[in-house]
């Protein structure tokens, strides 16, 4: 019995994902470092030159690193500005006391929407639980009905949303917009996150912690004493600050499609719409804004900035050790046989993103690397549709879908959510896990409803 070349690519690529699964589940190796191993061994295997697979990498790293690391790089700088001026506590103070106490969740939700999109999932749980805590002992009731619907919208923010890596690479590999999917993507997060925090108050109702929450708050930003000089920027000005680049990308992306090329106006929009110049403006007027117009060093503000740095810096890597994978899956062919083996299930390929991108996250943990790997894989399939942006947007959509799927004892934010909320395994498996898998699924059926108008 012969076996077909795409047969052998479609062995090659399985034994592949089964080795970084394996190096990362088992002998528990760093993802950036068994990314680039599984990257060497796929590359040779599907007899890709020797002497050229190394480049082959560098190339796909490279590639992946120039759209992406500023964007989150940039976006780190604002969240952790955001962070140490106090605006994200009082945000969600203002919040919380504008909903009241009877419906202190809702408040704290919307906490995690706004303060989601610039920071990053595990540092918003950690930035916002002191307030849950807080809020709860204020008004006597258990903690995880408050704090489980804050996490599950850091959540969806997190997997579907720009600046954060798995949106942003997914973006990059299958040639997306970010403005475009910013568009697409926004409605989704939205419905969805009403969705998931309800739910999270239905699942957590009356429910006690079965041990002690972890008084820790270990910030990723570092160690960088806090200026927190004068009050705290008001809640209006932070939401204010958030907003001005994700407005900005829209605007420039609307200008690209619907103004026409000629002039200076349209191009002009272009460049302050562009995602890493949109940021950057942020980045500056948060430091004016939060940092010295409020008294502090110009030193301060510049230690504060560089804080971010350090707790993204194994994202960034990590996302481009994904670019590289993704680079020898296609240029292997490796890519291009599982694509074909896949849409020749007959499933949709919005569908096959969503359940490619849920098998990685249940099977390996990390919302981002899901993505990546899922958007890597699916890409050639993706190119060869020829969906078009908008339809090339909801596979995004759906590849963050999937990658919030279903979050258990394999992913470190499982043990924050728990850990932070005192609950035991059982109890975050039967709410956290629950609500993630319903998230994942709620998001992807969302964007399943808006491919029939994209």
């Known amino acids: 019995m012969s076996v077909s070349p795409a047969q052998i690519s479609l ?64 976006g ?58 807080g809020t709860a002992r204020r008004t006597g009731r258990p903690l995880p009905g408050l704090a489980l619907p804050l996490c599950i919208v850091l959540l969806v923010v997190h997997a579907l949303l720009p600046p954060h890596p798995g949106a942003v690479a997914a973006a990059s590999l299958l040639h997306v917009d970010l403005g475009r999917l910013i ?13 998931s925090a309800g739910l999270a108050m239905v699942l957590t109702r009356g429910m006690q912690p079965a041990q002690a ?49 000629r002039g200076w ?29 409020r008294g502090w060093p110009l030193k301060a503000v510049g230690d504060v900035v560089g804080s971010a740095l350090p707790a993204v810096a194994i994202v960034i890597l990590i996302t481009g050790a994904g670019g590289g994978f993704a680079k020898v899956l296609v240029a292997s062919g490796v890519g291009g046989a599982v694509s074909d083996a896949l849409v020749s299930t007959g499933l949709p390929i919005l569908a096959l993103a969503f359940l490619l991108a849920l098998l990685l996250r249940v099977a390996q943990g990390p919302t981002a690397v899901a993505i990546i790997a899922a958007a890597g894989i699916v890409a050639p399939a993706v190119a060869q549709a020829h969906l078009g942006p908008d339809r090339a947007a909801l596979v995004c959509v759906a590849l963050g879908a999937g990658g919030m799927f279903g979050s258990h004892v394999n992913d470190a934010g499982f043990w924050i959510v728990t850990r932070l909320t005192g609950l035991d395994v059982a109890q975050g498996l039967r709410t956290w896990t629950v609500l993630s898998a319903s998230a994942g699924v709620f998001a992807f059926g969302l964007a399943a409803m808006l491919w029939r108008f994209a």
């Open 11 to 74: 062995l090659i690529g399985a034994v592949g994902v089964a080795s970084l699964l394996v190096l990362i589940l088992r002998f528990k190796l760093q993802p950036f470092l068994a990314l680039l191993m599984v990257s060497l061994g796929v590359g040779a295997a599907a007899g890709i030159a020797p002497d050229k697979l190394p480049a082959l990498i560098e190339t796909g790293v490279g590639s992946t690193l120039g759209h992406v690391a500023l964007i989150i790089a940039l």
């Open 76 to 133: 780190a700088m604002i969240g952790r500005l955001v962070e140490v001026s106090g605006g994200a506590d009082q945000l969600a103070s203002e919040l919380v006391r504008r909903f009241g106490a009877s419906r202190a969740a809702v408040g704290l939700a919307v906490a995690g929407l706004l303060v989601g999109i610039p920071v990053f999932f595990e540092v918003g749980v950690v930035m916002l639980m002191p307030l849950a805590a």
């Open 183 to 195: 568009l697409w993507a926004a409605p989704v997060v939205l419905v969805t996150a009403a969705f």
């Open 213 to 261: 929450p972890s008084p820790e708050h270990d910030e990723p930003g570092g160690d960088t004493a806090k200026p927190a000089l004068g009050e705290p920027p008001s809640a209006a000005t932070i939401v204010s600050l958030i907003l001005l680049p994700i407005g900005l990308i829209l605007v420039g992306s609307i200008a690209t499609m619907m103004m026409p090329a």
């Open 265 to 293: 106006v349209r191009p002009a929009l272009a460049l302050l719409g562009s995602p890493f110049v949109a940021l950057l403006l942020d980045v500056l007027l948060c430091s004016w804004v939060l940092g010295v117009r």
